[in-house]
């Protein structure tokens, strides 16, 4: 279980950099001034999409995936973390890189929409099964 958790975690982390490098790029071209970042006052519009897209990717990764992250955990304390666990785990993981790659790269609204789905049925799976795995100990 720890091999999916670090996956997400690079994940979260190779999006921040990429969001990173989209606020600095808009600082350097001038599309967005630096005392933006003080309190974040523009509206969404008037901000480059790329910022935002990165950004709204960024803030993505830390909503649902702390239940994730909480799966994994519980299922190595319980010791539920058999082959089919193991791969709900990872077709999350896949699911969350799709989503983010399509969030990054064209933002096609559908096809990110269907991973974000994806995503949470492999989630709620998994919690189903750790439901089941610690009712039949």
Same mark, same amino acid.
């Given at each position: 279980?720890?091999?999916?958790?670090?996956?997400?975690?690079?994940?979260?982390?190779?999006?921040?950099?990429?969001?990173?490098?989209?606020?600095?790029?808009?600082?350097?071209?001038?599309?967005?001034?630096?005392?933006?970042?003080?309190?974040?006052?523009?509206?969404?519009?008037?901000?480059?999409? @790329? /910022?935002?897209?990165?950004?709204?990717?960024?803030?993505? %990764? $830390?909503?649902?995936?702390? !239940?994730?992250?909480? =799966?994994?955990?519980?299922?190595?304390?319980?010791?539920?973390?058999?082959?089919?666990?193991?791969?709900?785990?990872?077709?999350?993981?896949?699911?969350?890189?799709?989503?983010?790659?399509?969030?990054?790269?064209?933002?096609?609204?559908?096809? @990110? /929409?269907?991973?974000?789905?994806?995503?949470?049925?492999? %989630? $709620?799976?998994?919690?189903? !099964?750790?439901?089941? =795995?610690?009712?039949?100990?």
């Amino acid at each position: 279980m720890i091999y999916p958790m670090a996956a997400m975690v690079l994940l979260t982390f190779a999006v921040a950099f990429a969001m990173l490098g989209a606020r600095i790029s808009a600082v350097k071209n001038r599309q967005v001034p630096l005392s933006y970042f003080k309190t974040y006052n523009l509206p969404a519009d008037q901000l480059p999409e @790329r /910022m935002v897209l990165a950004q709204r990717c960024y803030h993505n %990764l $830390l909503e649902i995936p702390p !239940l994730f992250y909480a =799966a994994c955990l519980a299922a190595m304390a319980i010791n539920a973390t058999g082959t089919t666990m193991i791969a709900l785990a990872w077709l999350y993981v896949i699911s969350r890189i799709l989503q983010a790659i399509v969030h990054l790269s064209g933002n096609k609204v559908l096809w @990110r /929409m269907r991973a974000f789905l994806l995503s949470n049925l492999f %989630l $709620l799976a998994m919690w189903g !099964l750790l439901v089941f =795995a610690y009712t039949a100990v």
